[in-house]
Structures are given as C-alpha cells and as structure tokens.
C-alpha cells in the first residue's frame, strides 16, 4: 500500500514512517518543508496513486515558533489545508483517510467523569487543540459527502512510558508506539461503501489504561489495546491523582434579561449582500461604525477594515460595545476560509481582548437538504457538508461557540437560507421560499439580539425566517428566548384566491 503521511518530520511521524516501512508499505512524506498543504497544486501532485492518507495532525515543520505569526499558521493549517488534502485525495480516488486528533479537547470538563467518545467536546481558545478539532470537523463533513473511510483518532499526551517516570502523572498519557500502532491498524479499516455516513466515519479515544482511567473508548477494543501503560510512572507518582474537581453543571443557563447597553455597534460586512439591508432598521437606534473593505453601495461613509487582519479588527473594534460580523465569501477556495474562518477567529479574538461582552454572528441553515421532508424541525444535527461556504461557516460558528463559552461573550447565532425584500401585493401561484428571512424581520431580530443580556453557554443558534404558515422549520427558540415574532403576517400575500 502506498501511503501518504503528513507531519514526517515529526517525532511521531518518523517514528510512524519507519513503523509502516517496516510492514512493507510505501510511504510518501509529506512536511512543510517538501509541500505546504494549502497548496492545491502541490497536494494534487502528492495524492496521485496514493492508497491511504495519514494526516497526523502533528504541526508541520515550517510551524512559526510563537506569536500570532504561528496562531494564524495553524488555523490556516489545520482547517484549510486539511480541507484542500481532503479533497484532492478524493479527487483522486483515494478511500481511506486518517486524522490526529485530540483528546485536550475534554480538559474542560471535572476530574470525576469518565470521558468517552459520545462526550461533546469542550475545546479551549488554545489554539493548538481548537484548531486541531477544527480540522476534525472538517473531516468528518467529507466523510458525510463521499464514499471514503475515515477514522479520527483522538491521541493523548505522546511520551515513552521509560522517560516519564518522575513527571507529574497524566491521565492522558499515550505512548508514541501505541500511537504508531493504532495509525498502523486503522489502515486496515474500509467503510468506504457503507451508505450509512455515520459508519464512514469513526472516532476513537487514545491513550494508556491508568488504574483509575478517566478518557475511555467502546470503540478502542477495534482499534487498539495499548502495550504501555506507564505503570512505573504512576507507581512513582503514588497513583491517580485525587478529583478536585466535582461534577458540576459547566455553565448554568440565566435567565435572558434585556440590556441597554450595547449602543456602540461595529458593523462588519456593511456593504456586503446583508449589511444595506440591515442599516436602516438599526442606523436610528444605534451608533453604528460600518465597516468593510468596499464602498457602501448607497455611498453611506464606511471604515475600511480587512477582517482577515486581527490587528485592524482589534483597532476598530476599541470603544464598541458590541460587534456585529456579516462579513462573508461564499465560493471561493482561499478567502472563504480566510474571510469565514479567520475573520470570525479575528472577531471574537478582538472581542475578548477588549471585554466586548455582545458579538452577533450568522450563518447559513444547514438542514433543509436533509430535512425538507419532515415538519417542525428546531434544532436538529448541522449536515453543512464539505463544500467551501458550508464547512468554512460551520468552523466560523464553533469558533464563535468556543470564545462565547470560554471568555463569556454573549454571542447569538441567526440561521436563515434566504433574505429578501418583503412582498408588497398579492403573489399569484407561487409560495414562500423556506427558511427566508423579509429585510424588516431580520433588522428586528437583530435589535432584539443586541438587547438580550445572557444566553446559555453564552452561545445560542436561532433559525429565523418571516413564513410561519408551513410549519416546517421552527423559530420557537427565536420566539421563547429573543422575543422574536416577524414584524407582520406576511403570510396575507400568498392567499390563493378563492
């Protein structure tokens, strides 16, 4: 089998290499120094022929060593050129695919539970295991659009179990041969034909077997059992170290309450296709900086600010109390992600620099391709797919969750699939389009997001649109928690004659 294996010149990644030369197979190695994987061209060179695909999710040799100069390397790394290997390996017919995830993932949570892969994860703004789980999410939409097996594995603190006698223990200790092992036998896995995506694709939790574990897998006994266990560590350091911290709820659910002070507002992506329409329901009630890297279209004044600069956000956004970030780019293979990803990685990095407690934030429905069959859908599964502006919105949207969650920014999320002018007279033999959102409804939504004082987890997605009447996709969260209820019954425009 020919295999192509990124991160090589890793620790891990050599030791894997030598690990699958030693079983016969040929490997292609692939680091920052041979092909940046961001480079379609050249990942489209390296997947050609290949078998099987290790991304081992350890940073690339050309990694900045600190500094934003690295943070912004590796979330560029991570979920734009995991997506561009992704897709030129499918391209290429390539089956099986890799990944190197993480279990840092669950720090979050208290030391008294046991932690298994139905667990949501709770990254940190740390942006190693943030944008390592961003590039997990990314993979998994692949698995849900193509025939192609992918396992991710969700790796623990690598060391030797000889070198770590005398450190402090770890719960999350994973020897890196168990590690190359466990690369090793999920190349055997081939799911590749299942129509059932969900088998496509496999998480598995990695590390050693303590006394007491706290990280478990059902799924490890199909992946691996591991050989090191660092029982001379853990004997040194006098067993698992004690919880400190109890169950508790994580983060208690307030009680939303209106607020009056968020009337400073930085109106990101104010000349795009969203942000004309949403001024003039906000320009009387607000002070509003718009701000874009274009010319308003009504000639309105606007702040040049590149979203893709944090330094820029960060200047623009000093002295507001609240953003609002409609920038995006929907078809485009570099600047969606540079746009959606980083600029909403940029937005609620300034936002926390500067205690800005409100951001507002939007995206597009992710489930009417697989729930326009079914009625009174709330909050169902995201399905956004591997297509360049579903994947790159649904990474901006848990980036926002993650900095709402761990810097208590309330940050309300508008779903819609369409907005447009609202009907102004009678429509004859046609309906509603779904999940559409009339101008003056969502300026109303807006006010009412900029007003709420708390949401739970401080994060809350809220499907919106104007048409209630087909009672297909619901707007119950939007009405319970915001107040929302559309502006008027557009509904009267769509009566057939009778």
């Known amino acids: 089998m020919l295999i192509l294996l990124t991160g090589a010149a890793s620790e891990l990644g050599c030791a894997l290499a030598a690990e699958l030369e030693s079983q016969n197979h040929q490997v292609r190695l692939v680091d920052g120094d041979i ?40 979330i560029d790394y ?32 208290p030391d008294d539970v046991y932690i298994s892969e139905i667990w949501r994860p709770l990254p940190t703004a740390d942006i190693e295991p943030m944008a390592r789980y961003l590039g997990e999410l990314t993979c998994r939409e692949f698995a849900r659009d193509f025939l192609v097996s992918i396992t991710a594995l969700r790796l623990g603190t690598l060391a030797l179990e000889e070198e770590a006698v005398g450190q402090p223990a770890d719960l999350m200790w994973l020897d890196r041969r168990d590690a190359v092992r466990a690369f090793c036998q999920a190349l055997s896995r081939d799911a590749a034909d299942s129509p059932n995506w969900a088998r496509r694709w496999r998480l598995v939790h990695l590390c050693a077997s303590p006394p007491n574990p706290r990280y478990i897998s059902d799924r490890r006994a199909r992946a691996i059992d591991t050989e090191h266990n660092f029982a001379a560590a853990w004997a040194a350091a006098d067993g698992v170290p004690a919880a400190v911290r109890p169950w508790q709820h994580l983060v208690p659910a307030p009680v939303p309450t209106k607020s009056k002070g968020n009337r400073r507002v930085l109106f990101l992506g104010a000349s795009g296709l ?37 330094e820029c956000v960060l200047k623009a956004a000093q002295g507001h109390d609240a953003i609002m970030n409609y920038t995006v780019v929907r078809g485009d293979a570099d600047l969606s992600f540079h746009v959606n990803v980083r600029g909403a990685w940029n937005v609620m990095r300034a936002a926390a620099a500067l205690g800005i407690r409100k951001v507002l934030h939007s995206g597009p429905e992710c489930v009417r391709g697989h729930y326009d069959h079914a009625f009174d859908i709330d909050n169902p599964p995201d399905a956004p797919g591997s297509g360049y502006y579903g994947t790159t919105k649904m990474l901006s949207r848990e980036i926002c969750r993650i900095y709402a969650r761990t810097y208590g920014i309330v940050t309300p999320c508008f779903l819609f699939n369409g907005l447009e002018a609202a009907p102004t007279q009678a429509q004859t033999q046609t309906d509603f389009k779904p999940f559409t959102i009339v101008w003056e409804d969502l300026q109303h939504a807006c006010r009412l997001a900029l007003e709420i004082e708390a949401l739970a987890d401080n994060y809350e997605e809220f499907n919106l649109h104007s048409h209630v009447g087909q009672g297909k996709f619901s707007i119950e969260r939007a009405q319970r928690i915001l107040g929302y209820e559309p502006t008027q019954d557009w509904s009267r425009f769509y009566r057939r004659p009778t």
């Open 35 to 74: 092909a940046d994987l961001t480079d379609v061209e050249a990942m489209w060179r390296v997947v050609r022929g290949v078998d099987a695909v290790i991304h081992t999710g350890e940073p690339p040799i050309n990694t900045p060593a600190a500094g934003e100069a690295r943070e912004a390397f590796l």
């Open 78 to 109: 991570y979920t734009r050129g995991t997506h561009v290997l992704l897709k030129a390996a499918i391209d290429s017919g390539v089956r099986r695919f890799i990944y190197g995830s993480t279990l840092d993932l669950f720090r979050p949570y």
């Open 274 to 310: 969203i942000g004309p329409f949403l001024t003039p329901g906000l320009e009387g009630q607000y002070d509003l900086t718009m701000a874009d890297v274009k010319p308003h279209p009504n000639g309105l004044p606007v702040e040049q600010v590149d979203v893709t600069d944090y």
